[in-house]
Nanobody, 114 residues
């Protein structure tokens, strides 16, 4: 089982930046892919960005060109660099890891003020 610890959320003004971090521990050798999801109040949870074990990435159309997912294998950590933040990016962001089962982080709140 993979344990995920998220950090980096907070309150920022529109146009600002945040970097979310997700540190993985436990069954890290079994991880096939990791990603970030977000869920705003009253909305369905959506995939924001994902990165595979081979380094391939994909992004939601709404964040392409603004967000970048990356990983640091030495630290067993994935990051989500969020630039040019918009109020509609406000949500709880969840880190996820795919191994033999889906593992989720606890979620971190990102609030973007106008």
């Amino acid at each position: 089982q993979v344990q995920l610890v998220e950090s980096g959320g907070g309150l920022v003004q529109a146009g600002g930046s945040l970097r979310l971090s997700c540190a993985a521990s436990g069954g890290i050798f079994s991880i096939n892919a990791m990603g970030w999801y977000r869920q705003a109040p009253g909305k369905q949870r959506e995939l924001v960005a994902a990165i595979t074990s081979g380094g391939s990435t994909n992004y939601a159309d709404s964040v392409k060109g603004r967000f970048t997912i990356s990983r640091d294998n030495a630290k067993n950590t994935v990051y989500l660099q969020m630039n040019s933040l918009k109020p509609e990016d406000t949500a709880v962001y969840y880190c996820a890891a795919d191994s033999w089962r889906r593992s989720w982080g606890q979620g971190t709140q990102v609030t973007v003020s106008s």
